[in-house]
């Protein structure tokens, strides 16, 4: 049985550059790159103020979704960058949205 995409393609029009890292640091201490990739996705603002005592500072955070398994050569997305309108951005949290059968239907990716 084929499922539907979630996210279909024809949504996924916000140009991304995409860095994603596996587990483990090279000789220099840097993390190892898995994948980097310049796509398009669905692209989902959102932002929320921190108060202190002295101040407040608005902290900007997105989510980024992905027609199908972005990176499949990992079992999950861990870290890395982005860069979306210019501003690179860390991912905070990937997930792939599977289906029944196993597959992946979606990858989303949380960032701050």
Aim: aromatic content about 8%; overall charge negative.
């Amino acid at each position: 049985m084929k499922y539907p995409p979630l996210v279909p393609k024809a949504l996924c029009k916000t140009p991304i550059w995409v860095t994603i890292y596996q587990e483990g640091i090279d000789e220099d201490g840097a993390p190892l790159q898995a994948i980097t990739l310049d796509t398009c996705c669905n692209w989902q603002d959102s932002a929320k103020i921190i108060r202190t005592d002295e101040t407040h500072s608005v902290q900007l955070s997105g989510v980024a979704l992905f027609y199908g398994d972005l990176c499949p050569e990992l079992a999950a997305i861990a870290s890395g960058t982005v860069i979306v309108f210019g501003e690179p951005r860390t991912i905070f949290r990937g997930s792939k949205a599977r289906n029944p059968d196993g597959t992946v239907n979606y990858t989303r990716l949380e960032l701050i």
